[in-house]
């Protein structure tokens, strides 16, 4: 073969080569499965976003680490809300439109998970909200889940423990947002089933530094106890008000503010509060044989591990959500609505949260053993009998 053929041929096997170099990452681009995730990284509710935001990435590298989903690696594409329902909206609708990705996990509270569900809702794009508010899933809309207990299981599990207490009389302060609206009208509506009395009831702004009116007209109608619903850090404020005004009735508080950062917060004021919980805060407390222990001893393990600090609920929330994706990813090909249908069909997977079991007309699925009644003490948690 003559030198000038042999140049020739050369040049077309390295122009082979790099045409393969250039259009490799393409198609490793094409075989991902991109997953978005809006959560308040920073802001207000960094407490709920922040744990979220690592849990989501951890599943993600997880999952990634035992060979991805039908051979697809996973791609967490993850914004920062700063907890802002428009920003909220932005980052949804880009990660809807640009970035193209199969499912949203988030946002990390209900004010910013509303106005987010009609985006999903046409686009027929899965969401799994890790906020707490029932009409997240009430009434049910075929794309939109959420893996955060229910305020209705919240309220009843509180309610349960008064009743045996025999608790009569109660007050309700709650936060003016998506949140505490959801949560005040189940304390109304649930509270003559457990054999309550609404005597006060009154609500504080997101941004409120004090919440001593609210605690004296509360004492001024002679309550058995007191149930403040809402996020950090109005809840705190009520706990130090309340310790101020040295108010002898019990307190209690919601799932929102189940984190080590509410203690933070609250300080000497949290001792004797008590709330709802998943296990994952107790879970060194757990025998064996609980069915949440070994999922609940990895997903703690795993955290400290890769940001060696301790986790919260909230984190569980996303880390369900993503390990959830996983199950329904299976066999889909990147398709959405089989996607969304496999979501619905997902029974008996034990996470972090508890026990999740969808259906069509369920769409948060768990059930009530996901709560269990806590007491602060001494700056941690103790499960109540």
Known sequence: MKAGKLKVL???????AMAGLIFTPSAFAQDTYKIGGIFAVSGGASFLGDPEKKSMQMAVDQINAKGGI????????IYDTKGDPTETVQFANKLINKDNVLAIVGPSTTPTTMPVIPQCVRAQLPLISCAAGNGIVNPIQPYVFKTAQS?????????????????????LLCVDNGFGTSGAVQLREQAGKFGLTVVSDESYGGKDTDMTAQLTKARKAAPDALVCWGTNPGPA?????????????PLFMSHGVASPKFIDIAGDASEGIMLPTGAVLVADTLPQDHHQKAALDAYI????AAYGS???????????????????LKGTNGDKAMLRDNIEKVQGYVG??????FSPTE???????????VRIENGTWKVME
């Open 10 to 16: 050369a040049a077309l096997v390295v122009g082979v």
């Open 352 to 357: 972090v949260t508890g026990t999740f079991n």
């Open 237 to 249: 404020v009520v706990a130090k008000n309340a310790k101020q005004l040295k108010i002898e009735f």
């Open 310 to 328: 301790g986790v919260s609920g909230f984190g569980g929330y996303a880390y369900d959500a993503i390990k959830i994706l996983e199950i329904a």
């Open 363 to 373: 769409h948060n699925g768990l059930g009530e053993d996901s709560f269990l009644m």
């Open 151 to 171: 305020d209705i299981m919240a309220v009843a599990t509180i309610y349960t423990y008064m009743q045996k207490q025999g608790i009569k009389k109660v007050a």
């Open 301 to 304: 393990n795993d955290f400290k």
């Open 70 to 77: 039908d051979g697809r690696m996973l791609e967490a594409v």
